[in-house]
């Protein structure tokens, strides 16, 4: 090694994964002059003032008093660098290679780290990554801010070492210090407060609008209801997150992932709760499907393993629903750029609602109300729905308006335990998948993620159901896919009822979810 060259690792984030970065730091004769080098963008071109400040006010030689060359190299140069989170890392750089500190072991260690003025260390996206790639390659520590810890300490087998200023990792290199490793937190699973949640005993009326909520929450199935103003859409939509089960602990990983990557987790070290993501309809392609120059996940990502309610959903964009289409079918979207493709997962439960009609009263019979809307008209806004998109959603079902005698009804104590008794069923039903798919792969948990093999494969009908099915196909207008749909959704009904084969009463309820494929 050069007299006054120095080593280190860092990572930069791709995506929701990282890549291992070496931070190479060369101190050469000439007029002061400090360059990092390697395809950095103009926030990391930043960081030499940020990390001679931090220094200096560290009480540290810093390099805007070194009368030489100094030269950052972040290797591989082909790889954008972004972000701020090479600070830590070329600041231990430095010192190393100006002496300022003894020489250490730096082939088993990872820094990363954005520096305040005052030397203090800042909040870092995507911390979950990095430490599951410092596991991987077999690094045994991984420096980085104090507020991060928690967060990669889920990852087990990798050593997190919190720090909270430059001063105590300089103690802890220099053995000064005593190293104090972040000890795993332990995960507890929160439903946001069921209190705080609208129930399914919430909603007045509409039977038939939470049968089909609670066979789309045991199957993971999408779901679109379409009905006037005001008949309980919305309140459906969010019900459905009081019936599902809490996430695994893969599940909490997975989605912490993708929250750290997208810098959304907030002061929360891991999201340990279903996501619902309602975005309104004008939001922007990128915020939705993800993207962007340095691609981050959207919002179908942040719903990964939730449910991404779209609300009047012919008021989105066209262009914007059909790029649904792939991760409905595929369960992630793939972002495609000039320096090359990354993909996010986006598993996720679709709930959308829709009006009959611009004005919302098409065939409502109401005398307060009469639709104004042409037949034209109509017939343009119930096709700002694609048919290929409407083949991708599993249950579609309408929630008509609800009559008087509903409303006035007492509303149920929630002692009743409807809520309850529903939850435990459908966590049941998804118990029987999660054993059924055991030894699957790729691995999937649930009936809505199986392909058109698994179905061929996994599926038996009961003697009854086969010349249902047959009736089916043969009278129904109905696609190779939807006709794989509705077996997936028999499926689900067949594990409510802890059913091993499907019988005929199962294919006859899923069917009357895909109706809408008649006209």
Do not use: W
Not at 104 to 129: N, P, W
Not at 482 to 508: C, F, M, P
């Amino acid at each position: 090694m050069a007299k006054n060259f120095s080593k280190v690792y860092s990572a930069e984030l791709e995506g929701i994964d990282a890549k291992l970065i070496e931070v190479e730091t060369d101190i050469n004769v000439g007029l002061h002059s400090f360059n990092i080098v390697g395809l950095a963008d103009k926030a990391l071109k930043e960081a030499k003032e940020r990390v001679s400040s931090a220094l200096k006010n560290s009480g540290i030689k810093p390099p805007t008093k070194e009368n030489r060359k100094i030269t950052v190299n972040l290797a591989p140069a082909d790889i954008k660098k972004t972000g701020s989170q090479y600070d830590l890392a070329i600041a231990v750089g430095y010192l190393l290679a100006t002496k300022q500190i003894k020489s250490f072991e730096t082939g088993d260690k990872i820094f990363v780290g954005e520096l305040s003025l005052d030397g203090a260390l800042r909040r870092i996206s995507g911390s979950l990554s990095i430490s599951r790639l410092a596991k991987k390659l077999g690094f045994k520590f991984l420096f980085l801010p104090k507020e991060n810890a928690a967060e990669a300490a889920i990852i087990k087998g990798i050593n997190i070492v919190p720090v909270s200023n430059l001063i105590e990792l300089i103690d802890f290199l220099e053995e000064r210090k005593e190293m104090f490793f972040q000890k795993p937190f332990k995960i507890e699973f929160d439903s946001i407060n069921e209190e705080s949640l609208i129930g399914i005993s919430d909603i007045k009326g509409q039977e038939s609008a939470k049968r089909a909520l609670t066979v789309a929450a045991a199957g993971g199935h999408n779901i679109l209801m379409f009905g006037p103003p005001g008949a309980g859409k919305t309140m459906l939509a969010q019900a459905l997150i009081s019936i599902l089960p809490l996430p695994s602990l893969d599940e909490i990983i997975e989605t912490t992932q993708i929250y750290s990557a997208a810098g959304a987790l907030g002061n929360n070290p891991f999201v340990n709760f279903r996501p619902f993501r309602a975005p309104h309809h004008s939001a922007s392609m990128v915020s939705v499907i993800g993207g962007g120059a340095n691609p981050k996940p959207g919002e179908i990502s942040l719903a990964h393993r939730g449910v991404l309610f779209l609300d009047e959903i012919p008021e989105f964009r066209r262009d914007l629903l059909e790029s649904l289409r792939q991760p409905l079918e595929s369960g992630n979207v793939c972002i495609s750029r000039a320096k090359g493709s990354l993909d996010f997962p986006a598993k996720f439960s679709l709930v959308a609602a829709m009006n009959p009609c611009p004005c919302g009263y098409f065939g409502v019979e109401t005398p307060e109300k009469e639709c104004q809307c042409t037949a034209n008209e109509v017939f343009r806004y119930q096709k700002k729905i694609s048919g290929p998109l409407l083949d991708r959603i599993d249950i579609q079902i309408e929630v008509p308006r609800i009559k008087i005698e509903e409303l006035r009804k007492e509303p149920p104590s929630r002692d009743n335990n409807i809520n309850k008794k529903i939850k435990e069923s459908v966590l049941k039903a998804r118990e029987i998948q999660k054993n059924r798919f055991a030894k699957t792969k790729p691995k999937i948990y649930l009936n809505s993620e199986m392909n058109s093999k698994m179905v061929d494969a996994i599926i038996a009908l009961a003697d009854d159901a086969e010349p249902i099915l047959k009736n089916i196909m043969e009278k129904s207008f109905i696609s190779a896919r939807g006709y794989y749909r509705v077996l997936k959704i028999a499926q689900t009904i067949a594990d409510l009822e802890n059913s091993e084969k499907i019988r005929g009463n199962h294919l006859a309820e899923a069917f009357q979810y895909r109706v809408r494929e008649k006209s």
